[in-house]
């Protein structure tokens, strides 16, 4: 089937290069429009049910809300784990699904099920779905900042860095070409930033007066930041911007939330810090009892005086009105707006003034003398902030105002975040003078060198598979054709892939980077075979028989090999089955690189047996211009096709690339002559490359061929000995992404106020802003306002901006002692004296040495912030969100313990952290082993006495309703101002809630008209709860977060199990789990090893469909244990663990494997078959010779294969940046084992070859000799 594909493909040329263009041009535009993103969404398919409940603790919470709607979301189908969360005052329920479930059938049947449980919720408390996000959505966030601008510019001026010029429009520079890309925008001017460095002990300090005395005078000052005391264009002193953090949240909620919310691929836009203006309504308890009024007549009496209603519609003379009863607070009649533009007043401020008084004016009924009562008379009416449980710090200045931009479902990541800053440049404009916009986290910066990092990686493999088809064909034009696979194969993938929905990331592009090396091996053994095949045809010629046409002899050439390499790339594309049968977060990481693994493979074999063998007879040739015309015609045609172009394009280039003029005439002078010029195909022997290495190759292989047993025993004990290194390896479930930012995320006391946490969080980012490589820092207490952010009040989460250049990191001096002594001159050379620091040491800290040569330990970031109270945790923003949101912990390895009593379920997570800590066996691998602190909230019960209650013919809700709305508050209604909404919030005074005796005496209203103390009527009891309550699938959980060093994952969770399972007695009714990292890593062992068994018999069933012999299959299967040697021990002396990563990369060498058997069998089969067709396969002498010749014969398309997929993984290896460990991970065993895989290859198969065949050979004869009617069969 395969031959004759070849054969119509050669009959129909122009066809199979008219298909190719539309490839290409198909792949050009897959490339302009393929959805790009930093990581594979390694997010469960999960729905977020975030549930108000205002003012209620976590366990009222828990049992009125989580509780049933955990329980009822058990029966939603495919529901995969049922999370849980209750903290004041909010519920969070997050259903996890399995995967291949559609996000928006998965949010059908929740809502479906919703409707079943709203009975059993209490009244006024309403459950919504949040948005169609995973937990990677959070793609973008921005900071809201005030400061200083120039009244003359009040829109910002633009900064050119390099020239240090100012601009006031952008539009000022379009002249000066290049200049806009790098302008920034300054709408607001910081103050001067700087530290001081004491350079003797390497410390810095805040300010002089922090310093010790006697240090002051050696301290060198630090300009952190530039500032700015007047307009930098035309000297005016600077203004301070007047906006208050109420003001700045009222821009996020109603001015730039919504705009945003439309941008295309947004889902959601979350609010974060600063203050929502509540209009606060504070009643005086000794007036109520003047005048004899109940809270709760207040209360209606808000609800009463702010409502607009219609009258439908009256006609009066012809004309239709539509009747509107004008009733909301704060409404100004037209006139009134009309007279604030013109006095140039805020119309907030004047909306906010009339509210108040409108809403002081609201009546409560009047005295026995017709006084009217009004609200004013028993309240103070005012403007404050309505309670928050978020707070935002930028920088460490203090507390600002943010948003979050939460991509939706699907989308394709750097286009939203594009749309979304060009939409914010926008409305920038309409922001109220001083102030401006930060970026506090953008992931298109990863996005961006992620993808750098993989295109880098293949621009070098390409150009490196090209030089060694150059280096051992000599003909650039074969070269070219072997070539050509590469640049078509990954556009045609990344066609496929943009067919399919896979997105291009770090997983998705690494799959093509590894496969690069592999893809052109069929073009390669083909370009080859062609030029034997006319190395033979010129022997032949020269012999005197007749010459065969060139077509039909590289068709010949062709149909020769592709069978076998078609059935090599099928055996490659099976054994990525086991990853493409991977679930979870493993699945979801790797099945991007084996799909596009496999649109690789498969693109380079529909490409080798239908483009590249017409591109062989067109340019596997020594002249492309045929020689039988005249000297003057074919000079004629070099000049037309090679110079008159060049000249052409450049005095004539296209207009979009007249700049680069020289390059494209240089470019098609160069190409144009490879291809149109004459060049000669020469033989093997006398190539140089090809001299070499059958110089090299061929003593080598004489005398294994001479002593083979000695040869198959050392091959025998190698295999063997790759068992000592795999027992030594560890293992984990992937390796770490470095994201190129951190995120600081240190335990605090639940119980800590939200005061208290301000002041320390300012703390930690001042701190953590002082260190040269930060390039900004955004902190955050608490949760955002989205469903997406399940974070409790006490959780610290700091997004560290590293700096992106490394010229502005700390150098250290590079150690070479490990170089021979006399190598370092030459690592000095190639690699400097110096290095910057690596993100390890900035956080942990390093050594820096002296000139006495003793060293300094200079701190890092963690030194610097021990502070009491807060325990550390560093971490990365986007590893962070998909651990927490997928198993819940943050940490590598977890421990849930659940059971149905919280203070036991702390008792024993406490208990197992100690163990871990203190056990000899797992102490000193554990860096970090704290429980979270599951009753560490403190709380103030008010117990109502039902007896008392009783007897004045009160019920229970009578009091709470008093206990909610005097103490807690309550919001009663809402202002409407124009596109804004703002509560009104009832309440008693502040100094009286935060008053035991005051509280004591909250008076509380009886049926008979009189009004007792609270203190009469209930107990009050001060004691510790929990701060928050866990549950997974209706189940209370607590939780142990476990940092490990230096050991891997699964060692280390087996100590570990072992010691809790002596050491922690588990009551009945409760269980351990084990989670994080490891729990993914389980997970996809037990897939593997029920899966790897399959793909092993598909394997086979595969060759012996291209063998057709049982003793074949195991001859090309022979070539797996032979490079492991090399696979194992390369990761063992890299200090590397299994992970699913390696053991992707051990599948894509069996592939590899079986490929080179193949190929060297189908060699050796050939030489054997020309061998016997010329009468001279006699004797075992003979097959030795076969043998001989056939494996010297091919040893040059075995090496150039090896070689181009063995080099072209090498920049992998040494690649730097974003994906760069995971790629190096994928791309170590395929190295080491190409290198031992390929020597026993060339050695070891051919002797296996000839014993079987020389053993056939004698079974023959002795058959012969009893029958001779019988000969000898190929096996």
Same mark, same amino acid.
């Given at each position: 089937?395969?031959?004759?594909?070849?054969?119509?493909?050669?009959?129909?040329?122009?066809?199979?290069?008219?298909?190719?263009?539309?490839?290409?041009?198909?792949?050009?535009?897959?490339?302009?429009?393929?959805?790009?993103?930093?990581?594979?969404?390694?997010?469960?398919?999960?729905?977020?049910?975030?549930?108000?409940?205002?003012?209620?603790?976590?366990?009222?919470?828990?049992?009125?809300?989580?509780?049933?709607?955990?329980?009822?979301?058990?029966?939603?189908?495919?529901?995969?784990?049922?999370?849980?969360?209750?903290?004041?005052?909010?519920?969070?329920?997050?259903?996890?699904?399995?995967?291949?479930?559609?996000?928006?059938?998965?949010?059908?049947?929740?809502?479906?099920?919703?409707?079943?449980?709203?009975?059993?919720?209490?009244?006024?408390?309403?459950?919504?779905?949040?948005?169609?996000?995973?937990?990677?959505?959070?793609?973008?966030?921005?900071?809201?900042?005030?400061?200083?601008?120039?009244?003359?510019?009040?829109?910002?001026?633009?900064?050119?860095?390099?020239?240090?010029?100012?601009?006031?429009?952008?539009?000022?520079?379009?002249?000066?070409?290049?200049?806009?890309?790098?302008?920034?925008?300054?709408?607001?001017?910081?103050?001067?930033?700087?530290?001081?460095?004491?350079?003797?002990?390497?410390?810095?300090?805040?300010?002089?007066?922090?310093?010790?005395?006697?240090?002051?005078?050696?301290?060198?000052?630090?300009?952190?930041?530039?500032?700015?005391?007047?307009?930098?264009?035309?000297?005016?002193?600077?203004?301070?911007?007047?906006?208050?953090?109420?003001?700045?949240?009222?821009?996020?909620?109603?001015?730039?939330?919504?705009?945003?919310?439309?941008?295309?691929?947004?889902?959601?836009?979350?609010?974060?810090?600063?203050?929502?203006?509540?209009?606060?309504?504070?009643?005086?308890?000794?007036?109520?009892?003047?005048?004899?009024?109940?809270?709760?007549?207040?209360?209606?009496?808000?609800?009463?005086?702010?409502?607009?209603?219609?009258?439908?519609?009256?006609?009066?003379?012809?004309?239709?009105?539509?009747?509107?009863?004008?009733?909301?607070?704060?409404?100004?009649?037209?006139?009134?707006?009309?007279?604030?533009?013109?006095?140039?007043?805020?119309?907030?401020?004047?909306?906010?003034?009339?509210?108040?008084?409108?809403?002081?004016?609201?009546?409560?009924?009047?005295?026995?003398?017709?006084?009217?009562?009004?609200?004013?008379?028993?309240?103070?009416?005012?403007?404050?902030?309505?309670?928050?449980?978020?707070?935002?710090?930028?920088?460490?200045?203090?507390?600002?105002?943010?948003?979050?931009?939460?991509?939706?479902?699907?989308?394709?990541?750097?286009?939203?975040?594009?749309?979304?800053?060009?939409?914010?440049?926008?409305?920038?404009?309409?922001?109220?003078?001083?102030?401006?916009?930060?970026?506090?986290?953008?992931?298109?910066?990863?996005?961006?060198?992620?993808?750098?990092?993989?295109?880098?990686?293949?621009?070098?493999?390409?150009?490196?598979?090209?030089?060694?088809?150059? &280096?051992?064909?000599?003909?650039?034009? /074969?070269?070219? =054709?072997?070539?050509?696979? +590469?640049?078509?194969?990954?556009? #045609? *993938? @990344?066609?496929?892939?943009?067919?399919?929905?896979?997105?291009?990331?770090?997983?998705?592009?690494?799959?093509?980077?590894?496969?690069?090396?592999?893809?052109?091996?069929?073009?390669?053994?083909?370009?080859?075979?062609?030029?034997?095949?006319?190395?033979?045809?010129?022997?032949?010629?020269?012999?005197?028989?007749?010459?065969?046409?060139?077509?039909?002899?590289?068709?010949?050439?062709?149909?020769?090999?592709?069978?076998?390499?078609?059935?090599?790339?099928?055996?490659?594309?099976?054994?990525?089955?086991?990853?493409?049968?991977?679930?979870?977060?493993?699945?979801?990481?790797?099945?991007?690189?084996?799909?596009?693994?496999?649109?690789?493979?498969?693109?380079?074999?529909?490409?080798?047996?239908?483009?590249?063998? &017409?591109?062989?007879?067109?340019?596997? /040739?020594?002249? =492309?211009?045929?020689?039988? +015309?005249?000297?003057?015609?074919? #000079? *004629? @045609?070099?000049?037309?096709?090679?110079?008159?172009?060049?000249?052409?394009?450049?005095?004539?280039?296209?207009?979009?690339?007249?700049?680069?003029?020289?390059?494209?005439?240089?470019?098609?002078?160069?190409?144009?002559?490879?291809?149109?010029?004459?060049?000669?195909?020469?033989?093997?022997?006398?190539?140089?490359?090809?001299?070499?290495?059958?110089?090299?190759?061929?003593?080598?292989?004489?005398?294994?061929?001479?002593?083979?047993?000695?040869?198959?025993?050392?091959?025998?004990?190698?295999?063997?000995?790759?068992?000592?290194?795999?027992?030594?390896?560890?293992?984990?479930?992937?390796?770490?992404?470095?994201?190129?930012?951190?995120?600081?995320?240190?335990?605090?006391?639940?119980?800590?106020?939200?005061?208290?946490?301000?002041?320390?969080?300012?703390?930690?980012?001042?701190?953590?802003?002082?260190?040269?490589?930060?390039?900004?820092?955004?902190?955050?207490?608490?949760?955002?306002?989205?469903?997406?952010?399940?974070?409790?009040?006490?959780?610290?989460?700091?997004?560290?901006?590293?700096?992106?250049?490394?010229?502005?990191?700390?150098?250290?001096?590079?150690?070479?002692?490990?170089?021979?002594?006399?190598?370092?001159?030459?690592?000095?050379?190639?690699?400097?004296?110096?290095?910057?620091?690596?993100?390890?040491?900035?956080?942990?800290?390093?050594?820096?040495?002296?000139?006495?040569?003793?060293?300094?330990?200079?701190?890092?970031?963690?030194?610097?912030?021990?502070?009491?109270?807060?325990?550390?945790?560093?971490?990365?923003?986007?590893?962070?969100?998909?651990?927490?949101?997928?198993?819940?912990?943050?940490?590598?390895?977890?421990?849930?313990?659940?059971?149905?009593?919280?203070?036991?379920?702390?008792?024993?997570?406490?208990?197992?952290?100690?163990?871990?800590?203190?056990?000899?066996?797992?102490?000193?691998?554990?860096?970090?082993?704290?429980?979270?602190?599951?009753?560490?909230?403190?709380?103030?019960?008010?117990?109502?006495?039902?007896?008392?209650?009783?007897?004045?013919?009160?019920?229970?809700?009578?009091?709470?309703?008093?206990?909610?709305?005097?103490?807690?508050?309550?919001?009663?209604?809402?202002?409407?101002?124009?596109?804004?909404?703002?509560?009104?919030?009832?309440?008693?005074?502040?100094?009286?809630?935060?008053?035991?005796?005051?509280?004591?005496?909250?008076?509380?209203?009886?049926?008979?008209?009189?009004?007792?103390?609270?203190?009469?009527?209930?107990?009050?009891?001060?004691?510790?709860?929990?701060?928050?309550?866990?549950?997974?699938?209706?189940?209370?959980?607590?939780?142990?977060?476990?940092?490990?060093?230096?050991?891997?994952?699964?060692?280390?969770?087996?100590?570990?199990?072992?010691?809790?399972?002596?050491?922690?007695?588990?009551?009945?009714?409760?269980?351990?789990?084990?989670?994080?990292?490891?729990?993914?890593?389980?997970?996809?062992?037990?897939?593997?090893?029920?899966?790897?068994?399959?793909?092993?018999?598909?394997?086979?069933?595969?060759?012996?469909?291209?063998?057709?012999?049982?003793?074949?299959?195991?001859?090309?299967?022979?070539?797996?244990?032979?490079?492991?040697?090399?696979?194992?021990?390369?990761?063992?002396?890299?200090?590397?663990?299994?992970?699913?990563?390696?053991?992707?990369?051990?599948?894509?060498?069996?592939?590899?494997?079986?490929?080179?058997?193949?190929?060297?069998?189908?060699?050796?089969?050939?030489?054997?078959?020309?061998?016997?067709?010329?009468?001279?396969?006699?004797?075992?002498?003979?097959?030795?010779?076969?043998?001989?010749?056939?494996?010297?014969?091919?040893?040059?398309?075995?090496?150039?294969?090896?070689?181009?997929?063995?080099?072209?993984?090498?920049?992998?290896?040494?690649?730097?940046?974003?994906?760069?460990?995971?790629?190096?991970?994928?791309?170590?065993?395929?190295?080491?084992?190409?290198?031992?895989?390929?020597?026993?290859?060339?050695?070891?198969?051919?002797?296996?070859?000839?014993?079987?065949?020389?053993?056939?050979?004698?079974?023959?004869?002795?058959?012969?000799?009893?029958?001779?009617?019988?000969?000898?069969?190929?096996?």
């Amino acid at each position: 089937m395969i031959a004759a594909l070849i054969e119509r493909c050669l009959r129909a040329p122009a066809m199979v290069l008219l298909l190719t263009a539309f490839v290409v041009a198909a792949g050009v535009w897959s490339v302009q429009s393929i959805s790009i993103d930093a990581i594979p969404d390694l997010s469960d398919v999960q729905v977020v049910i975030r549930t108000e409940f205002p003012g209620q603790a976590p366990q009222i919470v828990e049992d009125q809300v989580t509780y049933p709607l955990t329980t009822a979301m058990l029966a939603v189908p495919y529901a995969k784990v049922v999370r849980g969360y209750s903290m004041f005052g909010t519920s969070f329920v997050y259903i996890i699904f399995e995967d291949g479930t559609d996000m928006y059938w998965a949010r059908s049947r929740v809502l479906e099920q919703l409707s079943f449980v709203a009975g059993a919720l209490p009244r006024d408390v309403s459950p919504q779905l949040g948005p169609d996000a995973t937990g990677v959505g959070w793609i973008f966030e921005y900071v809201l900042v005030t400061g200083e601008y120039c009244p003359d510019h009040p829109n910002g001026l633009w900064h050119d860095p390099v020239d240090d010029r100012w601009f006031a429009d952008p539009l000022d520079v379009q002249s000066e070409k290049g200049l806009e890309h790098h302008l920034v925008h300054h709408r607001v001017f910081p103050r001067e930033r700087v530290n001081y460095l004491d350079a003797v002990e390497n410390h810095r300090y805040e300010s002089l007066e922090s310093a010790p005395p006697e240090v002051r005078d050696r301290l060198q000052r630090v300009v952190l930041t530039k500032g700015y005391e007047r307009c930098p264009l035309d000297g005016n002193e600077l203004k301070r911007s007047t906006a208050d953090l109420s003001d700045l949240r009222g821009l996020q909620d109603w001015y730039l939330r919504y705009e945003l919310t439309a941008v295309s691929g947004v889902s959601e836009v979350a609010s974060l810090g600063g203050f929502v203006k509540q209009y606060q309504v504070v009643v005086d308890p000794v007036k109520l009892l003047a005048f004899d009024l109940p809270l709760a007549h207040v209360m209606m009496a808000v609800k009463r005086s702010n409502a607009d209603v219609g009258g439908r519609l009256i006609e009066v003379s012809e004309t239709e009105y539509m009747v509107r009863g004008v009733g909301y607070l704060g409404t100004l009649t037209d006139e009134e707006v009309t007279a604030a533009h013109a006095a140039n007043q805020s119309l907030e401020q004047l909306r906010t003034d009339r509210a108040l008084e409108e809403l002081g004016m609201a009546s409560l009924g009047s005295t026995e003398d017709g006084t009217p009562i009004y609200l004013q008379d028993v309240a103070e009416i005012r403007i404050g902030p309505e309670i928050r449980r978020g707070v935002l710090d930028w920088n460490g200045d203090g507390e600002a105002v943010g948003g979050i931009i939460v991509m939706r479902f699907g989308e394709n990541a750097r286009g939203v975040i594009q749309r979304v800053r060009t939409r914010l440049s926008d409305l920038e404009r309409g922001l109220p003078p001083g102030v401006g916009i930060e970026v506090g986290y953008d992931r298109s910066d990863l996005i961006t060198r992620s993808v750098r990092t993989l295109t880098n990686t293949m621009i070098q493999e390409i150009i490196v598979v090209t030089l060694i088809c150059i &280096v051992f064909l000599l003909h650039v034009r /074969s070269a070219f =054709v072997a070539v050509f696979v +590469l640049p078509t194969g990954v556009l #045609l *993938t @990344l066609t496929i892939m943009n067919l399919f929905g896979i997105n291009a990331n770090i997983m998705s592009l690494g799959g093509i980077a590894i496969s690069i090396g592999v893809m052109v091996d069929s073009s390669i053994v083909m370009v080859e075979n062609a030029h034997k095949h006319i190395e033979h045809q010129k022997e032949r010629v020269a012999a005197g028989f007749e010459s065969v046409p060139r077509v039909q002899l590289i068709a010949t050439a062709a149909r020769e090999v592709g069978p076998s390499l078609f059935f090599a790339l099928l055996i490659i594309t099976v054994s990525f089955i086991p990853v493409l049968a991977l679930g979870e977060q493993a699945g979801r990481l790797f099945k991007p690189l084996a799909y596009t693994y496999i649109f690789a493979m498969g693109s380079s074999a529909i490409l080798a047996v239908t483009i590249i063998p &017409v591109l062989m007879t067109m340019f596997v /040739s020594e002249q =492309v211009i045929p020689s039988t +015309l005249s000297y003057w015609t074919r #000079l *004629t @045609l070099y000049i037309s096709i090679i110079v008159v172009p060049a000249l052409v394009l450049s005095v004539w280039p296209p207009a979009p690339l007249a700049a680069s003029r020289w390059w494209l005439a240089g470019g098609w002078l160069v190409l144009s002559a490879v291809i149109v010029l004459p060049q000669r195909i020469m033989r093997e022997d006398r190539l140089p490359a090809g001299r070499l290495l059958l110089w090299v190759f061929r003593p080598i292989f004489t005398l294994s061929m001479r002593f083979w047993p000695l040869t198959l025993t050392a091959a025998l004990v190698l295999a063997l000995s790759a068992a000592v290194p795999f027992q030594r390896l560890g293992s984990e479930f992937m390796p770490p992404l470095e994201e190129g930012d951190l995120l600081y995320m240190p335990s605090a006391d639940p119980g800590i106020s939200m005061t208290k946490a301000r002041e320390l969080l300012q703390q930690t980012d001042k701190l953590v802003r002082s260190f040269p490589e930060v390039q900004s820092v955004m902190g955050k207490i608490g949760r955002a306002e989205t469903a997406t952010d399940p974070a409790p009040p006490p959780m610290f989460e700091t997004v560290v901006t590293l700096k992106r250049d490394k010229a502005d990191w700390r150098q250290v001096a590079r150690s070479f002692q490990n170089w021979p002594i006399g190598t370092r001159w030459l690592a000095r050379m190639l690699k400097g004296d110096t290095r910057p620091i690596t993100v390890n040491e900035l956080v942990y800290g390093y050594e820096e040495p002296r000139a006495d040569g003793s060293a300094t330990t200079v701190p890092g970031l963690d030194q610097t912030l021990r502070i009491p109270g807060l325990t550390n945790a560093w971490t990365m923003p986007i590893k962070t969100r998909i651990d927490m949101l997928s198993t819940g912990i943050k940490t590598p390895v977890g421990v849930k313990v659940m059971g149905p009593d919280l203070p036991t379920l702390a008792s024993l997570s406490s208990r197992i952290a100690s163990v871990l800590t203190n056990d000899d066996a797992t102490a000193h691998y554990t860096a970090s082993a704290f429980p979270e602190k599951s009753v560490g909230g403190n709380y103030f019960d008010i117990r109502i006495d039902r007896k008392e209650i009783a007897r004045y013919g009160l019920s229970v809700v009578d009091v709470q309703d008093v206990i909610m709305t005097a103490m807690g508050g309550m919001n009663v209604s809402s202002t409407v101002e124009g596109l804004e909404r703002y509560p009104i919030n009832v309440r008693y005074p502040h100094e009286l809630r935060d008053n035991l005796p005051a509280l004591q005496r909250t008076l509380v209203a009886t049926p008979s008209g009189a009004q007792l103390p609270l203190g009469q009527l209930a107990a009050f009891v001060v004691h510790k709860g929990a701060p928050q309550i866990k549950s997974e699938n209706a189940r209370l959980t607590s939780w142990v977060f476990v940092d490990i060093k230096d050991i891997d994952v699964g060692t280390y969770v087996a100590k570990a199990q072992r010691v809790v399972a002596e050491q922690v007695d588990l009551p009945a009714g409760y269980t351990v789990i084990w989670s994080g990292q490891f729990e993914y890593m389980q997970a996809a062992r037990k897939r593997l090893l029920i899966v790897a068994p399959i793909t092993a018999v598909l394997i086979v069933l595969l060759l012996y469909m291209s063998t057709r012999s049982w003793i074949r299959v195991a001859m090309v299967l022979l070539t797996v244990p032979l490079s492991l040697i090399g696979a194992f021990w390369l990761l063992w002396a890299l200090e590397y663990n299994m992970s699913v990563a390696v053991w992707v990369g051990i599948i894509a060498l069996a592939g590899l494997d079986a490929e080179m058997g193949l190929v060297l069998l189908l060699y050796l089969d050939l030489s054997h078959k020309r061998q016997a067709s010329e009468g001279c396969m006699r004797d075992a002498n003979d097959l030795w010779h076969a043998v001989y010749r056939g494996t010297l014969e091919r040893v040059r398309p075995i090496t150039m294969t090896t070689m181009t997929s063995f080099i072209a993984l090498t920049p992998l290896l040494v690649a730097t940046g974003a994906g760069a460990d995971t790629m190096r991970r994928l791309a170590v065993p395929v190295i080491g084992g190409l290198a031992t895989g390929y020597v026993g290859v060339l050695l070891v198969l051919p002797i296996v070859y000839y014993l079987i065949k020389r053993t056939a050979m004698l079974r023959d004869s002795y058959r012969a000799a009893r029958r001779p009617e019988l000969t000898a069969e190929a096996i």
